[in-house]
């Protein structure tokens, strides 16, 4: 099947400088909105039954937000291929080259059909008319997963090595939490993440500027941080989750009035983790 123009647009949006000029680097892995068309011609519902997977404009939100850190956004579609998920969580009831894992020892992902490769999604069920074969999610891997993580890698080592300290902001969006839910989830993987003292300025940062937030519930972090953070070794990681209903329009389709005071909040929170990264002994000796 001939590429469609989207098969033709590079996986992601890199912004970065040489050398890097801030500790921090910005991941935003499920904002894509490029549907390729091998995608569409392989569901067994509507396209925009696939919406509800994408972090709806949450890279708007990080490109007004970006001053000079090295930032990565995924254009793929979530639905294409979630980044958040290792390479070995293919779900066997539609990737044919998935290995035979019983599924006591899947991840609770996975297992609700949240893989590699979504199966399902909330309010629509299954989306696949087929099952694809281990040729073509292998490729996806290829040209879509490996890149956008060897990018975020590559990212960490040059903050790393110039400032002595990086810190990864991976950026993301949730359904409201219910009434009187919390407005913001900050994960690190219960600690494992990051060093403390970063996940507490940005939490300072986001009760400063008005909003509820909570610590690893109901999210504490997937694949990314799980495969880029390195505390020990001077590599942190912070998964921010913004309520939608935050920034958004009444729809979840657009741009609302509180977009500027979430942009001002993602601002405020990596001039916190800069200040923070720089505030560190390590770091002033790598100046």
């Keep these: 099947m001939p590429l469609s123009p989207f098969d033709?647009?590079?996986?992601?949006?890199?912004?970065?400088?040489?050398?890097?000029?801030?500790?921090?680097?910005?991941?935003?892995?499920?904002?894509?909105?490029?549907?390729?068309?091998?995608?569409?011609?392989?569901?067994?519902?509507?396209?925009?039954?696939?919406?509800?997977?994408?972090?709806?404009?949450?890279?708007?939100?990080?490109?007004?937000?970006?001053?000079?850190?090295?930032?990565?956004?995924?254009r793929r579609a979530r639905a294409w291929i979630d980044l958040n998920r290792a390479?070995?969580?293919?779900?066997?009831?539609?990737?044919?080259?998935?290995?035979?894992?019983?599924?006591?020892?899947?991840?609770?992902?996975?297992?609700?059909g949240l893989g590699l490769v979504p199966r399902r999604v909330s309010g629509a069920g299954d989306l696949w008319a087929r099952r694809f074969t281990d040729a073509e999610v292998t490729a996806r891997i290829v040209a879509d997963h490996r890149p956008y993580h060897?990018?975020?890698?590559?990212?960490?080592?040059?903050?790393?090595?110039?400032?002595?300290?990086?810190?990864l902001l991976d950026l993301h969006s949730m359904p409201p939490l219910g009434p009187g839910g919390t407005r913001i989830v900050l994960?690190?993987?219960?600690?494992?993440?990051?060093a403390p003292r970063f996940v507490d300025r940005a939490e300072r940062a986001c009760t400063e500027h008005g909003f509820s937030v909570a610590r690893n519930t109901p999210y504490a972090g997937g694949h990314i941080l799980e495969r880029h953070a390195r505390p020990d070794s001077g590599i942190h990681a912070i998964q921010l989750e913004l309520d939608r209903t935050v920034y958004l329009d009444r729809k979840l389709h657009a741009p609302g009035a509180g977009f500027a005071r979430v942009v001002d909040l993602v601002q405020a929170i990596l001039a916190a983790l800069a200040d923070e990264a720089l505030s560190t002994p390590l770091a002033a000796a790598a100046e």
């Design 8 to 74: 033709r647009l590079p996986p992601a949006d890199q912004r970065d400088a040489a050398p890097p000029t801030s500790p921090v680097v910005i991941s935003v892995p499920h904002a894509g909105r490029d549907y390729p068309l091998s995608l569409k011609t392989a569901l067994r519902v509507p396209l925009a039954a696939l919406l509800p997977l994408e972090d709806r404009l949450v890279d708007a939100v990080a490109r007004s937000a970006r001053t000079d850190q090295a930032t990565i956004i995924q």
């Design 187 to 194: 994960g690190d993987r219960f600690g494992h993440a990051t």
């Design 150 to 167: 060897a990018a975020v890698a590559a990212a960490l080592q040059a903050a790393q090595a110039r400032f002595g300290v990086a810190v």
């Design 87 to 112: 390479e070995d969580e293919r779900d066997p009831l539609i990737d044919e080259g998935a290995r035979g894992v019983a599924p006591v020892q899947q991840s609770a992902k996975l297992r609700s």
